[in-house]
C-alpha cells in the first residue's frame, strides 16, 4: 500500500501547537502524508490568541478545488472553520469530491478561551458539517454548544448527550472527557451500531496541552487508513496523544500553555545532541 494522504482542512497557529501545525506533525508520526487547506490566519502563542484573519470563502475553494483534482485523499481532518461562509466552501468540496474518512473536530473555543468560531455559525456546524463527517470529536464544551445544552460533568450523562450528537445526524460521536475531574480520562466512542465503548487513559500532569483537540483528531484521521475501524483509529490515537503529553514538559516552546510532544517517540538524547 502506498502512504497514505491525509488532508488537513484548517486554521494556521504560528505557535505550531495547534492547527494545521499540529495536524501536520501527527500526520506525520503517523506515518501519513500531510496536506493542507488553510481556513484563517491566527495570532496566536501559548498564552492567548491576539487575532483572526478568516481566508475569503472563495479562496478556501480554490485551495480545495487545486488540490482535490489532483492528489489522492485518504482521509480529511476538519478543525477551525472561523465562519459561515468557510464552512459552506467546505460543504461544498465535501459533496463534490466524495472525501473519505472524514474527521470533524468542531473547534470552537482555543485553550486560552479566545473563540475561534463566530457564534453564528454554530448552526451552520450542526446543520451541514455534522452529518457529512465520519466521525466527529466534541470535547464536553463543544458538545453543549452543538445541542445547545448545558454542559455535562460526568460519565452517563455524557453517554445521553453523546447519543443526541448521534440524533443530529453524526455517523459516529467521539465524546471526549478531558474536561471531567479524576485521575484518568474517558472517552465515549458512539455509532450507528449503538454499540457504546470507552477508551481511558492516564491523566497526565502537565499544563503542556495546547492543541490536544487538534492533535488527537489528526491522528485519528492519519490512523484510520491504516487501522480496520475506528474502534482501532480512535484507540491508538489516544496511546499516541497520551504519550506526547507525557513527555510535552521535555519541550520550552512559550510561557503558557504550550504543545504536546508531537515527536516524543523520535527525539531522544542522540538527536538533540546533534
Known amino acids: 500500500m502506498s502512504t497514505c494522504n491525509i488532508l488537513s482542512i484548517a486554521g494556521s497557529d504560528p505557535s505550531g501547537g495547534a492547527g494545521v501545525q499540529a495536524d501536520l506533525k501527527t500526520f506525520s508520526a503517523l506515518g501519513g502524508y500531510g496536506m493542507t487547506v488553510i481556513t484563517a490566519l491566527t495570532a496566536q502563542s501559548t498564552v492567548g490568541v491576539a487575532g483572526v484573519?478568516?481566508?475569503?470563502?472563495?479562496?478556501?475553494?480554490?485551495?480545495?478545488?487545486?488540490?482535490?483534482?489532483?492528489?489522492?485523499?485518504?482521509?480529511?481532518?476538519?478543525?477551525?472553520?472561523?465562519?459561515?461562509?468557510?464552512?459552506?466552501?467546505?460543504?461544498?468540496?465535501?459533496?463534490?469530491?466524495?472525501?473519505?474518512?472524514?474527521?470533524?473536530?468542531?473547534?470552537?473555543?482555543?485553550?486560552?478561551?479566545?473563540?475561534?468560531?463566530?457564534?453564528?455559525?454554530?448552526?451552520?456546524?450542526?446543520?451541514?458539517?455534522v452529518p457529512r463527517a465520519d466521525l466527529i470529536t466534541p470535547n464536553l464544551p463543544e458538545a453543549a454548544a452543538l445541542l445547545d445544552e448545558n454542559e455535562r460533568h460526568d460519565l452517563s450523562s455524557m453517554r445521553e448527550q453523546a447519543e443526541r450528537l448521534m440524533e443530529l445526524g453524526a455517523k459516529r460521536v467521539l465524546l471526549k472527557g478531558g474536561h471531567l475531574s479524576g485521575q484518568s480520562s474517558t472517552d465515549l466512542l458512539v455509532g450507528t451500531d449503538g454499540v457504546t465503548e470507552t477508551f481511558s487513559a492516564e491523566r497526565i500532569a502537565t499544563r503542556n496541552t495546547h492543541g490536544t483537540g487538534c492533535t488527537l483528531s489528526s491522528a485519528i484521521a492519519a490512523l484510520r487508513p491504516q487501522r480496520r475501524n475506528y474502534s482501532e483509529a480512535v484507540r491508538d490515537a489516544k496511546d499516541y496523544l497520551t504519550e506526547a503529553l507525557r513527555h510535552a514538559d521535555e519541550l520550552d516552546a512559550g510561557r503558557g500553555k504550550g504543545p504536546v510532544h508531537h515527536f516524543h517517540h523520535w527525539w531522544g538524547d542522540g538527536a538533540r545532541d546533534a
Not at 468557510?86 to 482555543?110: G, Q, S, T, W
Request: glycine share 4%.
Open 53 to 129: 484573519q478568516e481566508v475569503p470563502p472563495e479562496f478556501v475553494s480554490r485551495q480545495l478545488d487545486t488540490l482535490l483534482t489532483d492528489a489522492r485523499v485518504d482521509a480529511v481532518k476538519i478543525g477551525m472553520l472561523a465562519d459561515t461562509g468557510v464552512i459552506r466552501a467546505v460543504v461544498k468540496a465535501l459533496d463534490a469530491h466524495e472525501l473519505p474518512h472524514v474527521v470533524l473536530d468542531p473547534v470552537m473555543v482555543a485553550k486560552s478561551g479566545d473563540r475561534l468560531l463566530a457564534a453564528e455559525a454554530v448552526d451552520a456546524v450542526r446543520a451541514d458539517l
